[in-house]
């Protein structure tokens, strides 16, 4: 599913002879450029964001606040939201006659990694916050007894248990940096481009097969080797389950965890905020209004957003059986591989999850085209290119939970004669359901708000919302903004409510990365 369509792009761009010298062809793209830019942001969102998101996982992993609950799915929305939905929230929170307009931000690069940073924040927390959760306290108590002070402490013991799982986490958002679609393409307004935005704009705006096909390949280079990394560094944390030590904070604690608590829910809460403000106020010092909201249920070309939004839940409810099928089947050969085929097997699943989905979906495009009308426009074609972009993330969560399934446990059921379907059932699904169910919240609002290769697979009669988002904010005037504000203030409901799920059925799970 994800090498036919790079494939048949590869084919379709280099078949008649004409793009036979790929250096030229990155040459005349600029690649060089594209390149240090996109490695130089993504560097600096992934700097930025371990430095929002590390102290935020230390207050969640270490102590017992009420609200935690609240504060946990408050910092899981920004990561599932579509990348056009955060892209329209920061640009309305920055740009002219917004409420951050005197940072002057708007036209700068700064827009881009801030961004990237709400986004990405998740990674961090949930990725370090697991295993801070799991770190045994004695080792730090027996420190202190022994006179180390607090920094001491933190330097010689928490940081080395700590150093891979911050590691595993910064290669994974540098990924997501390094392919960001709808951030760049919205914040960017054409000033800054990375490698993803100008294999879009080669291929869509300019038809420039070649030059987008020879940009994807230096973009899938880029993609293995932190793929790569990130797979040798993720061999190094481990799942744990240890009992959960969080207290409540005391005396002098208070100050630094309100502090950080303070900054964080700023930064988590303005962007969906103005969301909903511009939702009812679309023109900045204008009336109040709900025309955006009246407008989902009227007609466009047919089918109104509510319409859409029916589709879009369908769409992703396959797409989510989908990916579960694929990721379970994934998860389980990594699991039990072992040394280097292990890590092989997770390269070549994590691929999809930083290759573009722009390319992606351009392949599809371009393999959709050769084939018989019934099968081009089937309305599975949609769910199963979603499915392609979330399966990597199931894999992610269900691997770290099959690692705590007790081999020997698992060898003597099947000595007395259980089939292997039932040592499934009776062993291993006890103690990975909880991901399951976590894993299949996670694919449904990953597919709902895929926007990158819907964009190229999608038909008027199976438009998704951020598809119709995006249309939405090409348009000119006021109206058409409102629709698209109200449509995203309508992904952010859908997201909260089963982010809100997944939070609930994982409240006492232990272990896992994500």
């Known amino acids: 599913m994800f090498g036919w369509p790079l494939v048949a792009l590869a084919e379709r761009a280099f078949a008649d002879g004409s793009a036979s010298n790929l250096w030229q062809l990155l040459d005349g793209a600029n690649a060089a450029h594209l390149l240090w830019f996109t490695v130089a942001q993504a560097a600096a969102s992934t700097a930025l964001t371990l430095l929002i998101g590390l102290p935020l996982a230390w207050v969640l992993s270490t102590y017992e606040l009420r609200g935690a609950l609240l504060l946990r799915v408050l910092v899981t929305i920004p990561f599932v939201l579509p990348t056009v939905v955060v892209g329209v929230a920061f640009s309305a929170l920055l740009g002219d006659r917004a409420p951050l307009a005197g940072l002057d931000l708007a036209a700068s690069v700064w827009a881009i990694l801030l961004?990237?940073?709400?986004?990405?924040?998740?990674?961090?927390?949930?990725?370090?916050?697991?295993?801070?959760?799991?770190?045994?306290?004695?080792?730090?108590?027996?420190?202190?007894?022994?006179?180390?002070?607090?920094?001491?402490?933190?330097?010689?013991?928490?940081?080395?248990?700590?150093?891979?799982a911050i590691a595993s986490a910064a290669s994974v958002v540098f990924l997501f940096c390094a392919t960001s679609f709808g951030v760049i393409l919205i914040l960017g307004g054409g000033r800054f481009n990375t490698l993803e935005t100008e294999i879009y704009r080669q291929a869509i705006g300019f038809f420039q097969l070649p030059a987008a096909v020879a940009l994807s390949m230096v973009q899938i280079v880029v993609v293995a080797v932190v793929v790569a990394l990130s797979a040798i560094l993720g061999r190094r944390v481990r799942a744990t389950a240890a009992p959960r030590y969080r207290r409540r904070p005391r005396g002098r604690e208070w100050p630094v965890i309100g502090s950080i608590l303070g900054v964080s829910g700023v930064i988590l809460l303005a962007p969906p905020a103005i969301l909903v403000l511009r939702s009812v106020r679309p023109t900045v010092g204008g009336n109040w209004n709900?025309?955006?909201?009246?407008?989902?249920?009227?007609?466009?070309?047919?089918?109104?957003?509510?319409?859409?939004?029916?589709?879009?839940?369908?769409?992703?409810?396959?797409?989510?059986?989908?990916?579960?099928?694929?990721?379970?089947?994934?998860?389980?050969?990594?699991?039990?591989?072992?040394?280097?085929?292990?890590?092989?097997?997770?390269?070549?699943?994590?691929?999809?999850?930083?290759?573009?989905?722009?390319?992606?979906?351009?392949g599809y495009l371009v393999v959709l085209t050769a084939m018989p009308r019934e099968v081009s426009t089937s309305p599975v074609i949609v769910p199963a290119v979603q499915a392609l972009i979330a399966c990597p993330l199931v894999i992610r969560i269900l691997v770290p939970a099959m690692g705590l399934i007790d081999r020997r446990l698992r060898q003597a059921t099947a000595t007395l004669g259980a089939g292997p379907l039932r040592v499934w059932w009776t062993v291993d699904f006890p103690v990975i359901r909880r991901a399951l169910c976590a894993a299949a919240g996670f694919a449904f609002v990953i597919a709902l708000g895929e926007f990158g290769a819907t964009s190229f697979v999608a038909r008027p009669d199976t438009t998704t919302v951020p598809v119709l988002i995006g249309s939405s904010l090409a348009r000119p005037g006021s109206g058409n903004f409102a629709t698209a504000m109200a449509c995203s203030v309508m992904m952010l409901v859908v997201t909260a409510v089963v982010v809100t799920l997944i939070e609930v059925v994982r409240r006492e799970e232990r272990g896992g990365e994500f």
């Open 115 to 164: 961004a990237h940073m709400f986004f990405n924040v998740a990674v961090v927390v949930r990725t370090v916050g697991s295993v801070w959760s799991g770190i045994d306290p004695r080792s730090e108590q027996a420190a202190r007894t022994l006179g180390a002070g607090p920094i001491r402490v933190f330097r010689t013991i928490t940081l080395p248990a700590l150093a891979p």
């Open 290 to 362: 709900l025309d955006g909201y009246r407008a989902l249920s009227e007609s466009v070309n047919g089918q109104t957003p509510l319409d859409t939004m029916r589709y879009s839940l369908l769409s992703a409810t396959w797409a989510t059986v989908i990916a579960m099928a694929l990721g379970l089947a994934g998860a389980v050969a990594i699991s039990r591989a072992r040394g280097w085929s292990g890590s092989a097997a997770t390269v070549i699943t994590m691929l999809p999850l930083g290759v573009s989905a722009v390319t992606v979906g351009l």
